[in-house]
C-alpha cells in the first residue's frame, strides 16, 4: 500500500493542467470511484475516494469546471483494512453534471463505459483519463514475480475502454475478472514504468525502477549462489558414489585387477575430491581425462561382469541409499 500512496500523493499534487486533461481526470474519478444514485427521486452524483486531499481536489474541479457546488463528507468503509473514506456528492445539479460528463446519455440511460470523446481525445487527454482512473481504483504493488499496476473498473465496458486508452499510450495492459470484479492490470516492469510517467508520476517511476533493478540483481545473485551450492552438493554426490563402486570392484576382482585398471582405481580412492583430470595430473607417467575415464569405466565393468557371473552383489550395490549412481 505504500507504492499505491506515494503514486496517489504525487498525482494529486499536479496543478495547472489544461482544462480538457482536467475534465478528462475528473469524470474518470466520478466513473471509477462511485457514480449515479437517486435521492429523494432526484439525480445525484457521488464518488468516494480514499484521501480528503483527493476528495477537495474533486470538489474543487467540479466547482470551478461544471459550477456546482458538491458536499464532502466522510464514510464508513467496507472494510476496516481500507482506513477513512470520503464521498463527494452533488445533488441539486446531479442530473445536469451526469450529463455533462457522461455518465448519464441523451436518453437519461447510465452509460457503462467511457466517454468516446476522452478516450479518442489527445495524448493528455488519455494519460488525464488514466490519471483520475487510479486515483479513484488504483494500487501499485512492488516489483517482483507478482509485480502489477491495478485498477478496480466499475464495469467490464469501462475495464475495455481503459485498456484501448492504455494502448494509446503505448502500454499493453490487460482486462480482466476477479472475484466478479473487472480490473485493468499492467504486469510488464517497463509497462508499470511507462504509465506512471504518463500519469504525471515520475518520482514514484523512478523509484519503482531502481527498486525493480535491485531486486532483479539480488534475485540473480541467489540464483547463482543456488546454482552452485546444487552442482557442489551433486559434485560430492557424484564422487562418493564413484569412490564406493570402485572400492567394491577392487573387492570383488581381488588379485585379478590388471596393473593399468588397479592405478585408475587405487588414484580415485587416494584423491576423492579431485577431478578426473586432476587425477591424471597425479598418475605416473600423466594420463589424459578421457584415459583415466576409460580405465575406472573398464574396472567397474570388469568388475560388474564377475559379480554377475559369481551371482554376488556388483559395484552398484555399495552406493549408499539416495545418492545417484
Known amino acids: 500500500m505504500a507504492l499505491t500512496t506515494d503514486v496517489k500523493a504525487e498525482l494529486v499534487s499536479i496543478r495547472n493542467a489544461p482544462p480538457t486533461v482536467r475534465v478528462a481526470e475528473v469524470t474518470a474519478i466520478l466513473r471509477f470511484a462511485g457514480g449515479l444514485h437517486s435521492i429523494a427521486g432526484r439525480v445525484a452524483v457521488e464518488a468516494e475516494v480514499d484521501a480528503e486531499t483527493l476528495a477537495r481536489r474533486v470538489a474543487r474541479d467540479l466547482a470551478e469546471i461544471y459550477g456546482v457546488r458538491p458536499e464532502i463528507a466522510q464514510v464508513q468503509s467496507s472494510t476496516a483494512n481500507e482506513g477513512a473514506r470520503w464521498a463527494v456528492r452533488v445533488i441539486g445539479a446531479g442530473e445536469t453534471l451526469a450529463r455533462q460528463t457522461g455518465l448519464l446519455d441523451q436518453r437519461r440511460r447510465p452509460v457503462r463505459g467511457l466517454p468516446n470523446r476522452l478516450t479518442t481525445g489527445s495524448r493528455e487527454e488519455v494519460a488525464g483519463l488514466w490519471r483520475g482512473a487510479f486515483l479513484a481504483a488504483g494500487t501499485l504493488s512492488e516489483p517482483g ?38 480490473r485493468v492490470v499492467v504486469r510488464e516492469g517497463e509497462a508499470i514504468r511507462t504509465i506512471l510517467n504518463e500519469m504525471g508520476a515520475q518520482r514514484t517511476a523512478v523509484a519503482w525502477e531502481e527498486l525493480r533493478q535491485r531486486r532483479e540483481v539480488r534475485a540473480g545473485v541467489n540464483r547463482l549462489v543456488n546454482f552452485d551450492d546444487a552442482n557442489l552438493r551433486r559434485s560430492a554426490q557424484a564422487a562418493v558414489a564413484a569412490c564406493a563402486r570402485v572400492e567394491r570392484a577392487l573387492e570383488i576382482l581381488g588379485d585379478d585387477v590388471p596393473d593399468h585398471l588397479r592405478l585408475a582405481g587405487a588414484l580415485r580412492l587416494a584423491h576423492r575430491d579431485a577431478s578426473l583430470d586432476e587425477l591424471g595430473h597425479h598418475a605416473d607417467p600423466p594420463l589424459t581425462k578421457d584415459a583415466v575415464a576409460g580405465r575406472i569405466r573398464r574396472l567397474l565393468a570388469t568388475a560388474d561382469k564377475r559379480a554377475q557371473q559369481e551371482g554376488i552383489p556388483g559395484t552398484e550395490a555399495a552406493v549408499p541409499a539416495g545418492l545417484d549412481v
Not at 145 to 173: D, I, K, N, T
Request: glycine share 8%; aromatic share 0%; net charge positive.
Open 145 to 182: 514475480r507478482s509485480a502489477m499496476l491495478e485498477v478496480a473498473c466499475p464495469s467490464s465496458e469501462a475495464a475495455m475502454a481503459l485498456v484501448g486508452a492504455a494502448h494509446r499510450l503505448g502500454v499493453a495492459a490487460k482486462a480482466r475478472e476477479v472475484r466478479g470484479m473487472p
